[in-house]
Nanobody, 124 residues
């Protein structure tokens, strides 16, 4: 089992950057594929991006391509979401999720573990 804790959210202006972190407990972080999701008020949770545990392959939702970057540091049991050129429509609670020994899906239903989220608010 793994516990996930997101941090790094906050209130920023449009065009600013933030880096979110997702720290995982346990000693086997490297076997987890990780996903980032977000949920805005009144909307469903949506896929932002993912990084696979074995290949390290990464991909993103179209609406963040070129602005957001996912990385991971297995030595620190942490995955990051670097967000640049933030827009007001990026305002949401951002969650990380983990799935062991399998590829990271885009569907939120297929993840085994979730953090509690961190709020990102982008003002215009």
């Amino acid at each position: 089992q793994v516990q996930l804790v997101e941090s790094g959210g906050g209130l920023v202006q449009a065009g600013d950057s933030l880096r979110l972190s997702c720290a995982a407990s346990g000693r086997t972080f490297s076997v987890y594929s990780m996903g980032w999701f977000r949920q805005a008020p009144g909307k469903e949770r949506e896929f932002v991006g993912r990084i696979n545990w074995k290949s390290g392959s990464i991909d993103y939702a179209d609406f963040v391509k070129g602005r957001f970057t996912i990385s991971r540091d297995n030595a620190k049991n942490t995955v990051y979401l670097q967000m640049n050129s933030l827009k007001p429509e990026d305002t949401a609670v951002y969650y990380c999720a983990a799935r062991p020994f399998r590829v990271a899906p885009a569907s939120s239903y297929e993840y085994d573990y979730w953090g509690r989220g961190t709020q990102v608010t982008v003002s215009s």
